[in-house]
């Protein structure tokens, strides 16, 4: 099946730093989507993005369907983006990375 | 428009016992998702039903199963619960193959 990694595990940011998600498949995917995990476990879509760019306010992805990656990047990063971040993608089975834990110090 | 929604919110049941979860899709969507969330970990595919159909289902034994009703609502039934099914159980609904949409869980705790 299909194999989903995301880097790095674990991220810890000065509150107003700039970083960048990565994910990337084992094979090819559609449906592509990044994710935030709240505290209380609600996941809040962030972007459906199976190829191409697109931007929301800080945040943008870039996925490269031919190379088989995705790319989330946060700017000017505040405390309440702490969290997990997942991406995940699928055909019939939708697989979804390990994640990664995002803390911002204030 | 109302997000996808899932009862009850907390279930605690004893090793055993059988749960019954339930979930109602965002009005127009065909496809519900099953996932499973064991603390501190990643979510893991459980069933995805489509227009009434169960079209896949993940890892998990025959004692997790569900259905899809005509209103497109869905029920995950668990029997024999055992203490490793504690987890967060998510449902989530999309147009077919489309974006998926997730509803806040439920948090089965099995004593």
């Known amino acids: 099946g299909i194999q989903v990694e995301q880097s790095p595990p674990d991220l810890i940011l000065q509150e107003g730093a700039n970083s960048t998600l990565r994910c990337n498949f084992s094979?090819?995917?559609?449906?592509l989507q990044w994710f935030h995990q709240n505290p209380w476990g609600q996941l809040i879509n962030l972007f459906y993005i199976p190829s191409g760019t697109k931007q929301n306010g800080r945040l943008s992805a870039t996925t490269v369907a031919t190379e088989r990656y995705s790319l989330l990047y946060i700017s000017s990063s505040q405390t309440t983006d702490s969290g997990v971040y997942f991406c995940?993608?699928?055909?019939?089975?939708?697989?979804f990375g390990a994640g990664t834990r995002l803390f911002v110090k204030a | 428009e109302a997000g996808v929604t899932q009862s009850p919110t907390h279930l605690i049941k004893t090793r055993g016992q059988q749960a019954t979860l339930r979930c109602s899709p965002i009005?127009?969507?065909?496809?519900v998702y099953w996932y499973q969330q064991a603390l501190g970990l990643g979510l893991q595919f459980l069933l995805w039903y489509d227009e009434g159909e169960e079209r896949n289902r993940g890892n998990f034994p025959p004692r997790f199963s569900g259905r899809q009703f005509p209103n497109y609502s869905s029920e995950l039934n668990v029997n024999a619960l055992e203490l490793e099914d504690s987890a967060l159980y998510l449902c989530a609904s999309s147009l077919l193959g489309d974006e998926q949409f997730f509803g806040p869980g439920t948090r089965l705790t099995v004593l």
């Open positions: 995940a993608g699928g055909g019939f089975k939708t697989i």
């Open positions: 094979d090819s995917v559609n449906n």
């Open positions: 009005s127009g969507h065909t496809s």
